[in-house]
């Protein structure tokens, strides 16, 4: 229960020290994802508003597509220039953009969740196994040994099984 109040503490009390710095890594990681994904996504977003819009001053997209004439492409800017061809395929490169990154932003936050619940059964687990009985009643052991048939011996290996 420990574990659920605050990830890591299960681990501390079943005496698991070495995993701790796992758990926050692990939360580390899926933060710094869903940062990474919601700032391009967000970069992303602008832009296509900026470049479907009708207003001139908004021109975040000339960041992001980079050596290329706007005189191509931008119908706003460049009216009499601007190839609508052009415009559509940037315009689609910019909605795929958007979809990708808000996609993996998506499955960052489910991830999240899902590495919370993972540390969660890892300290439950070593919880229930931390009494758990090992003594010598079960032993195997493996040991040379000389087998005599018909009078020929041979040289053989023995398993013994002790409960």
Do not use: C
Not at 40 to 68: C, G, R
Not at 101 to 114: E, T, V
Not at 152 to 163: A, H, M, N, Q
């Amino acid at each position: 229960m420990l574990a659920v109040a605050l990830p890591g503490v299960g681990q501390i009390y079943n005496r698991k020290y070495w995993k701790v710095p796992f758990v926050y890594a692990g939360f580390a990681g899926i933060v710094y994802a869903i940062h990474f994904n919601s700032k391009e996504y967000n970069i992303y977003m602008k832009a296509y508003q900026d470049f479907t819009d009708n207003i001139p001053a908004t021109q975040s997209y000339l960041t992001l597509i980079k050596n290329v004439d706007p005189r191509t492409y931008d119908p706003v800017l460049y009216p009499k220039t601007a190839d609508p061809s052009a415009a559509a395929w940037y315009k689609d490169r910019m909605i795929n953009q958007i979809d990708y990154f808000k996609k993996y932003r998506d499955l960052s936050y489910i991830g999240i969740a899902a590495w919370y619940l993972v540390t969660i059964l890892d300290a439950n687990v070593d919880a229930s196994l931390f009494n758990y009985d090992i003594n010598n009643n079960l032993d195997i052991k493996l040991t040379p040994e000389m087998l005599s048939m018909a009078g020929t011996g041979y040289v053989g290996v023995s398993l013994k099984l002790t409960f």
